[in-house]
């Protein structure tokens, strides 16, 4: 059967990239004056979720500069941030914080050994909120391969950066990217316990299908455990 679907033009990666600014002033505004308690995992969620984001605004700038190459290598980092975010929210223990802040004080500069690897992560992540971890483990099936040649320099880029970037592909890109700034948004909701923040995201969700992977509404999913 052959695909009859429109090809997307420039006028669509414009449209996107338009649409995922109104996005990121949505999402800011349904975490506007929310708040944390000052222990220690809000402060390290919180400023995993905030690289998170950073990295998803500085992709949208990237594409909209014809950079795809350099935007899916910071897409990947983005993906690694938005995984380890959700582990420490959900699958971390308090005692592992002491440990995780005792080892970036002692070497700032170097990953902390206490850190999991992505994989066991999401793993982890997986045996106790699957639904959630569902979303992260269907990106990296379909695309980790793709982002590891951008992030070594391989044979994906280079062929793409001869032959030009499609805008189909550009829009994949911002797509995924939005994916994961939401999920690092509702990562904060979740943390601050606030159901009604929660629901707003939902809601934003579907009113930026355009520019979000098709994912499963959060307020659709039945499985137990928090709902992101």
Known sequence: MTDTSPVPTEEDLDHVLQRSLELLRSLKSVLEDCEFDDSVRPFHVLATCDLAIEHGVSICVLVESGNLASANVLLRTQFEAVARALWMSICSEIDWFEIYSEQTRAAPLKLPKCLPAVD???????????????????????????????????????????????PNEAIGTVCNANGLTTMAFANMAMLAQDAARMKRLSELQLEFYDCLPPLIPYAARTAPGPQI
């Open 120 to 166: 066991k992560a999401l793993m982890q992540l997986n045996q106790q909120a699957s639904h959630i971890a569902g979303q992260l483990l269907a990106i990296k099936a379909a695309a980790w391969d793709a982002l590891n040649s951008f992030v070594h320099s391989g044979a994906v880029p280079a062929a793409m950066q001869q032959r030009g970037y499609m």
